[in-house]
């Protein structure tokens, strides 16, 4: 879909919502809720999306919209799927919808995984979104499983001892694709073109999809709130975040910079990793470049791109 397209379609998730100045959570939902063509029944983990898109009696949703505890979205969002499949069976509903859960990193990679896992598995017609702003950043900015390797969180505090978290980030992704489900993509919204297509794609997709996308937090990351989507694409050109997609099992190259940057281009720009900088830290800012490139090539190789 082209932006001239995406801009006439109707807004689905509206302003006026709590997210924080600079939030990219906001714009992801907006450009996913605008690629689904049907009326959607919305299912969002308690989070920073939900806790401020549906403050009672007020919300930022004109589709129905379901809160769920922070570990079940899948699972209630799974279940509507297959009450209207029964229903539908029974002729007793003919219009079409799309399902769809939303949950940030936390209530994805970590408490929600056992859910959303069980979700794939079994097939329900449902699209699933994580937006990885790399920490629990409602509850206090606590490091999660998607949390990138040195950052600075309140359970993985940067100090003397430590430098900040010590493990790299989970590859959920990578993760989901495992369950053989027909559609998956890890994507940006620096590229909002590519986002909305993966969107539309998952929502044509007979059977679950699941879709990873970046969401700058200014307030987590310590970085500037005008510089939320900037960030994105730097986490793309540095190859922090690889942007690429598996359909039926192809895995294809979304995003190949012209010039790979190095990931202190990505670090130095966010108050969370400043530590790094200092005198004595400079082998984990090598560590982490020897990871990214690793788990670059192994993308390009994958995707079947020259290295």
Known sequence: MKLKEAAKTSERFTGGHRLCSGCVAGPVTNLIMRASKNPAVVGAATGCLEVSSSIYPYTAWKDSFIHNAFENSAATVSGVEAAYRSL?????????????AFGGDGGTYDIGFQSLSGAMERGHDMVYVCYDNGAYMNTGIQRSSATPKGANTTTSPAGKVIAGKQQYRKELTDIMAAHNIPYVAQISPFKPQE???AAQKAFETKGPAFLNVLATCPRGWRSR????IELTKVAADTCVWPMFEIENGEWKLLYKPRKKKPVEEWLRQQGRFKHLFKRGNEHIIEDIQEHTDKRWNYILERCGERQ
């Open 88 to 100: 539908k069976k029974q002729g007793k509903m003919e219009e079409d919808f799309d399902f769809i």
């Open 195 to 197: 986002l909305m297509k």
């Open 225 to 228: 709130a005008e510089k939320g």
